[in-house]
């Protein structure tokens, strides 16, 4: 019988404010909680997928330093609400290596799924990241490549279709109480200012997140991301089970071309082989 991974499954929104025009799937695949009287703390790095148990998530458009090993598949769903439109898209990946040597994940995501924009499944695109764990200090750090291009539609052609380059650092500060995680990073292209109208591939910016775990089955997220803030809370309904939700609101400061706020969404799941 094979084993579920009860993971966190951390679905990136970053693009959102890219019209979904990528989606970055990632699994942490190190973090653990406290199920039985132990002397580890609530959150911590598990040692073998065998330890892990569901978190919410930590990140809603930051990319993570926290990367995945083999033996991870993991597949997900998200959308975006504004006043005028309504869209979503949906990843589906695996890890690779060992994350406390080299380890990371690779995914596709496809956008749009909404047919009445002119086609769903109309862009496709390739995600990947690689990364080390250094487990001692509870640190993760990853760099990234994010919408490489696959397809895409013919009307699309005109659209930024230049891939996005990341360096991550994730920071985990476990304690009894309400543990933290910490995410910073450079970026360019979708990472940098949404409202560098021109050659954002030639532009790298800062982006970073917080969560504070203000119960097991609930983090408190705050993200900045592309200049847009993001707010939210992560949710894992169900502790057995591994799936992880994410409800948002994005682009508090209406930033950018499509200069209105709008709601987030994501659901996610992950499983060992």
Do not use: C
């Not at 496709?124 to 990241?129: I, K, Q």
């Not at 409202?195 to 790298?204: A, F, G, H, I, P």
């Not at 992560?234 to 939700?245: A, E, H, N, R």
Request: charged share 20%.
């Amino acid at each position: 019988m094979k084993k579920v991974l009860l993971g966190t499954m951390i679905l990136s929104s970053a693009l959102f404010a890219n019209e979904l025009s990528s989606l970055t799937a990632e699994t942490t695949a190190v973090f653990a909680k406290k199920e039985k009287a132990t002397d580890k703390p609530l959150l911590y790095l598990a040692d073998n997928f065998h330890e892990m148990a569901t978190l919410p998530g930590f990140s809603l458009g930051a990319p993570s330093g926290l990367v995945s090993s083999y033996g991870v598949a993991f597949a997900g769903l998200s959308g975006r609400r504004d006043s005028d439109d309504t869209d979503g898209a949906l990843a589906f990946g695996m890890g690779f290596g060992d994350a406390e040597k080299i380890g990371g994940s690779v995914s596709i995501g496809v956008g749009s799924i909404d047919p009445r924009d002119g086609g769903s499944f109309n862009r496709g695109n390739l995600n990947l990241n690689v990364g080390h764990h250094f487990k001692k200090s509870g640190i993760g750090l990853s760099v990234g490549m994010t919408g490489v291009d696959l397809w895409h539609a013919s009307k699309l052609d005109g659209d930024n279709q230049d891939p996005s380059f990341y360096l991550a650092t994730t920071k985990l500060f476990p304690n009894e109480y309400a543990p933290v995680a910490l995410t910073v990073g450079l970026g360019n292209n979708s990472y940098a200012d949404i409202n560098k109208e021109s050659d954002r591939k030639d532009k790298v910016d800062g982006f970073g997140a917080v969560a504070l775990y203000v119960h097991p089955q609930l983090s408190v997220i705050l993200d900045y991301t592309s200049n847009v803030l993001t707010a939210g809370i992560g949710v894992v309904p169900f502790p057995d089970y591994p799936i992880s939700l994410s409800l948002g609101a994005t682009n508090l400061t209406e930033q950018g071309p499509n200069d209105k706020v709008a709601a987030i969404g994501s659901i996610a799941a992950a499983y060992v082989f």
